[in-house]
């Protein structure tokens, strides 16, 4: 089998591609751009966009490789599940260890370290056919379903199961990772210890868009680093039956929401706040009086009144050394206007060549600062980077510049 590796955002010229390898590749990476080689009828310029990780069709295996290093990315993504630190993990398997064999690893491992004390159980509410009465009896069930004859009897009752919605997405997420092929033996064989753990646990199968949310407490709270990682990994895998009961499937990472949600995990840990003063989606802004524009900014730091006092966004972009995206500043500061805030904050992945700067705005009286993050830079120093951006946010939503007010949502 063919191995094809690509880096993000860069273009790989007059790459041999098949029709059919083409079509696939297109259905499995919809953000991927395949054009065709000029002079050539079966080689493509290929660019991925901001997804990373691993395409495997019938005759080649396509690896998206991240524009930083792989250590950097496995750090954004451990951070962002609650700030557990894999670095003896990384030293294990080396620097060249592709991305989905290093999540594989420590989802297997997050897993077990969730289930140490045992399967997390709850009552759940069952309906069944049951040769005695117990729990509820359902009248109207037993008229439809068996004309009123006993037994058996239509009931509905509690069970207290380890069939919780915690353990189904676990076990779903480690199942996606087991379906695919892995080169280490280790990877395989942690996978399996994994999925031996959820005895009593029915399959289910969750849809990337509508993952369930899961409330936590104190008695699932342990669950929480587990669960974060798992939600990444049923985002990212898509998988497809081909004809002939080949296996293709895609497991792609997006860039953008590891970087957006580093960025806000790492400021609400500077900040000592939580989701009441960080929260992950922003309250409804609007931004014309006949209340048809809706705004999504990425970040927002709220008071104990719910009042926004900064505004923000995240960009996950590899700039050019001559600045930043004017659309990306004119998106912000529609942020700030619709709120009546003094300005915002761009918050850009970038490489050292592009710094950070401000602008203020003609008869808006806006400032907008944008800042570039170096992922390629130790976890240290990014995180005193993050510490920074969170002084200077402080300050800004400390001073009300030009005695603006923010707005109540």
């Known amino acids: 089998m063919r191995r094809l590796q690509l880096t993000e955002f860069r273009t790989e010229s007059a790459v041999k591609l098949t029709a059919f390898e083409r079509d696939s590749l297109r259905r499995l990476y919809p953000g991927v751009r395949i054009e065709p080689t000029v002079g050539c009828n079966d080689r493509y310029d290929i660019t991925p966009d901001q997804r990373i990780g691993i395409i495997c069709l ?13 250590s950097s990315v496995f750090f954004l993504v451990s951070y962002c599940c609650d700030a557990v630190h894999w670095s003896e993990y990384l030293a294990e398997f080396g620097k060249e260890q592709d991305l989905v064999e290093l999540l594989a690893i420590m989802l297997a491992k997050l897993v077990q370290h969730a289930t140490r004390r045992g399967l997390l159980t709850g009552y759940q509410t069952e309906e069944d056919s049951l040769p005695a009465p117990r ?18 009897v239509a009931t509905r009752h509690d069970v207290y199961t380890p069939d919780v ?47 369930p949310e899961v409330v936590f407490t104190k008695l699932n709270r342990h669950y929480a680093p587990a669960l974060s990682l798992a939600r990444t990994v049923l985002r990212s895998a898509a998988l497809n039956l081909a004809g002939g009961g080949v296996n293709s499937y895609a497991f792609l990472v997006n860039m953008n929401d590891v970087f957006e949600q580093f960025v806000r995990t ?50 996950y ?93």
């Open 266 to 315: 790492a400021l609400r840990e500077a900040f000592q706040s939580d989701q009441s003063r960080f929260p992950d989606r922003s309250p409804e802004i609007l931004l014309d009086t006949a209340c048809a524009i809706p705004l999504k900014p990425d970040l927002c730091l709220l008071d104990q009144n719910r009042h926004i006092l900064w505004v923000g966004d995240v960009k």
């Open 58 to 70: 019938p005759t080649v295996t396509v690896e998206v490789r991240p524009k930083i290093p792989i």
């Open 165 to 211: 919605i915690e353990n189904r997405i676990l076990l779903s997420a480690v199942n996606a990772m087991a379906r695919m092929r892995h080169r280490s033996e280790r990877t395989a064989r942690e996978l399996y210890r994994a999925q031996r753990l959820f005895g009593g646990v029915r399959q289910a199968q969750f849809h990337p868009a509508t993952l």
């Open 317 to 409: 972009k590899w700039l050019p050394g001559s600045g930043y995206r004017h659309p990306d500043l004119y998106q912000l500061l529609a942020y700030s206007i619709a709120l009546n805030l003094p300005g915002g904050t761009l918050i850009y992945a970038a490489h050292e060549g592009v710094r950070s700067a401000s602008h203020v705005v003609k008869h808006a009286l806006r400032r907008l600062r944008t800042v570039a993050i170096d992922l390629a830079a130790p976890p240290a120093v990014i995180l005193a980077e993050i510490r920074q951006i969170a002084a200077d946010i402080h300050a800004e939503a400390a001073s009300g510049m030009a005695g603006l007010r923010s707005i109540t949502v």
């Open 135 to 152: 729990g509820r009896i359902l009248f109207d069930e037993q008229i439809r379903r068996h004309a009123g004859s006993f037994p058996p």
